[in-house]
């Protein structure tokens, strides 16, 4: 079975510019989660997909960050503009929804300078 | 969220038993405890999760308090692939991972 896909792996920009990650998650898995993880700091979640739905975005900045899951599969999650404390590794997890087990990916590294 | 309670760091040696401690006094009744380990340069991984009995699998052993106010996970033979940062996390019904800081374990060879 084929894990969480992101890419790209790695990102440097400049602030204020503008940045796209995207997710492919496991094949059937109806709960999709976007986290941050700033070094040396467990992931935060940023936003939870049920479906195309969102759940849960209270975490979100919403003044830059913005995500969508079209049609229920692949998701994307943008930052724009980017800030300085924005550096951190962007990890996409899905889950098949009803239970609690989280699959992740290997993350994004953003570096902004 | 509820709230756990892990060491910074811990250190074992290699084919040794680790006992990783979590602490977790606020848990209510429907929380379940999860546990997730990162590798260096990775995402988390699931190991185990439990909500009142003791749990294993072929990665490790979950031991839960009989007042459910801590556990332990238990790597029963630690390898060096083994070294990562170990989460222990309470989840309800929400499917939502609030991770700490976790325990760094260190295996020496």
């Known amino acids: 079975e084929a894990g969480v896909a992101q890419s790209p792996r790695y990102k440097i920009i400049e602030k204020r510019q503008s940045v796209a990650f995207w997710c492919n998650p496991i094949s059937g898995h109806a709960t999709l989660y976007w986290y941050q993880q700033i070094l040396g700091q467990g992931p935060k979640l940023l936003i939870q997909?049920?479906?195309?739905?969102?759940?849960?975005d209270s975490q979100l900045p919403k003044d830059r960050f913005s995500a969508e899951r079209l049609k229920g599969v692949d998701s994307t999650l943008k930052i724009q503009p980017a800030k300085l404390e924005d550096s951190a590794v962007y990890l996409c997890?899905?889950?098949?929804?009803?239970?609690?087990?989280?699959?992740f990916g290997p993350g994004t590294r953003l570096t902004v300078l | 969220d509820a709230k756990t309670t892990q060491p910074n760091s811990m250190e074992s040696n290699e084919e040794e038993p680790v006992h990783l401690p979590c602490n977790h006094s606020?848990?209510?009744?429907?929380?379940?405890i999860h546990w997730y380990r990162q590798l260096p340069s990775q995402g988390p991984e699931y190991v185990i999760h439990?909500?009142?009995s003791n749990v294993n699998n072929r990665m490790a052993s979950l031991a839960i308090a009989e007042d459910r106010k801590s556990s332990t996970l238990i790597l029963h033979r630690a390898t060096l692939r083994d070294a990562a940062v170990y989460y222990c996390i309470l989840s309800g019904g929400a499917q939502k991972l609030v991770f700490g800081q976790g325990t760094r374990l260190t295996i020496n060879p």
């Open positions: 997890a899905s889950s098949p929804g009803g239970g609690h087990t989280q699959y």
């Open positions: 997909f049920q479906n195309n739905g969102v759940v849960d």
């Open positions: 439990g909500l009142t």
């Open positions: 606020t848990i209510s009744g429907t929380d379940y």
